[in-house]
C-alpha cells in the first residue's frame, strides 16, 4: 500500500468516527443541536481538526443526515426485501421500523430533523424534504406491489396508505417516548391489523 492510499484511508476512518460520534450526539440534541467544540472534545480532536473533515457545522449536519437515513434503510427497508413481494413485504417493513423505534427510543436523529426544519429555509430543510419524500416513495412501491399481487384492493390509493403507514409510525415513536415502548407497540400494532384489513380484498 502506498503512503498516499494508506494516508486517504486513515483520513477515511478519522472522518467516520468523528461522523459516528457526531450522529450520537445529535440523537441526543438534535442536529440543531451539535456543537463542533462538544464534538471535538468527545473525539479528542481541536475545532480546525474536526472542521478539516467537514467544512462547515452545515456540511456536519448533512452529512449526519445522510448517515442516519442510510442507517435507516439498512435496517428497516433492506431486509424486509428478502420477503416475498406484496402484504409480507411491506408487514416487514412495518415490523422492521417498529425494531427501529424501540432501539431509537432515546432519540431518531430523522424524526428530530423533520421537526426542526419543516419550517425553515435552506440546505438541510431541502434535505429533509428529499429524503422522507423518497422514503415515502419506497413505501408507495411495496403497497403497489402488494395491489399487483392480488394482497390489496385494486382501487387503493398508495399514496393515502403510505401516509397512513406513516402516521401511525409516527405515533409510535411519539408514544414510545412519552408512554413506554410496549404500550405504545401494544396500541399501534392494533390499528395495523385494522388498517390491512381496510385495505384487503
Given at each position: 500500500?502506498?503512503p498516499v492510499?494508506?494516508?486517504?484511508?486513515?483520513r477515511?476512518?478519522?472522518?467516520?468516527?468523528i461522523?459516528?460520534?457526531?450522529?450520537?450526539?445529535?440523537?441526543?440534541?438534535?442536529l440543531?443541536g451539535?456543537?463542533?467544540?462538544?464534538?471535538?472534545?468527545?473525539?479528542g480532536?481541536?475545532?480546525s481538526?474536526?472542521?478539516?473533515?467537514?467544512?462547515?457545522?452545515?456540511d456536519?449536519?448533512l452529512?449526519v443526515?445522510?448517515?442516519?437515513?442510510r442507517r435507516?434503510m439498512?435496517n428497516?427497508l433492506?431486509?424486509a426485501?428478502?420477503?416475498?413481494?406484496?402484504?409480507?413485504?411491506?408487514r416487514a417493513?412495518?415490523?422492521?421500523?417498529f425494531?427501529?423505534?424501540r432501539k431509537n427510543?432515546?432519540g431518531?436523529v430523522?424524526?428530530?430533523?423533520?421537526?426542526e426544519?419543516?419550517?425553515r429555509?435552506g440546505?438541510?430543510?431541502?434535505?429533509?424534504?428529499?429524503?422522507?419524500?423518497?422514503?415515502?416513495?419506497e413505501?408507495?412501491?411495496?403497497?403497489?406491489?402488494?395491489?399487483?399481487e392480488g394482497?390489496?384492493?385494486?382501487?387503493?390509493?398508495?399514496?393515502?396508505?403510505a401516509?397512513?403507514?406513516?402516521a401511525l409510525?409516527?405515533?409510535?415513536?411519539?408514544?414510545?417516548?412519552?408512554?413506554?415502548?410496549?404500550e405504545?407497540?401494544?396500541h399501534?400494532?392494533?390499528a395495523?391489523?385494522?388498517?390491512?384489513r381496510?385495505w384487503?380484498?
Amino acid at each position: 500500500m502506498s503512503p498516499v492510499t494508506s494516508s486517504a484511508g486513515k483520513r477515511a476512518a478519522t472522518r467516520d468516527t468523528i461522523l459516528d460520534h457526531a450522529y450520537g450526539l445529535a440523537r441526543c440534541d438534535g442536529l440543531e443541536g451539535l456543537s463542533i467544540g462538544t464534538l471535538a472534545a468527545d473525539v479528542g480532536m481541536s475545532k480546525s481538526g474536526v472542521f478539516a473533515h467537514f467544512g462547515s457545522r452545515e456540511d456536519l449536519q448533512l452529512a449526519v443526515l445522510e448517515l442516519g437515513a442510510r442507517r435507516f434503510m439498512a435496517n428497516v427497508l433492506l431486509p424486509a426485501l428478502k420477503q416475498p413481494r406484496g402484504l409480507p413485504r411491506l408487514r416487514a417493513i412495518v415490523a422492521n421500523w417498529f425494531t427501529w423505534a424501540r432501539k431509537n427510543q432515546s432519540g431518531c436523529v430523522l424524526l428530530s430533523a423533520a421537526s426542526e426544519y419543516d419550517g425553515r429555509d435552506g440546505a438541510l430543510h431541502d434535505a429533509v424534504v428529499a429524503q422522507q419524500a423518497g422514503w415515502r416513495g419506497e413505501l408507495q412501491k411495496a403497497i403497489a406491489q402488494a395491489i399487483a399481487e392480488g394482497h390489496l384492493r385494486a382501487d387503493t390509493d398508495t399514496a393515502q396508505l403510505a401516509f397512513e403507514i406513516y402516521a401511525l409510525l409516527l405515533g409510535l415513536h411519539h408514544d414510545g417516548g412519552l408512554f413506554g415502548y410496549d404500550e405504545a407497540e401494544r396500541h399501534t400494532t392494533a390499528a395495523f391489523e385494522r388498517l390491512w384489513r381496510s385495505w384487503q380484498p
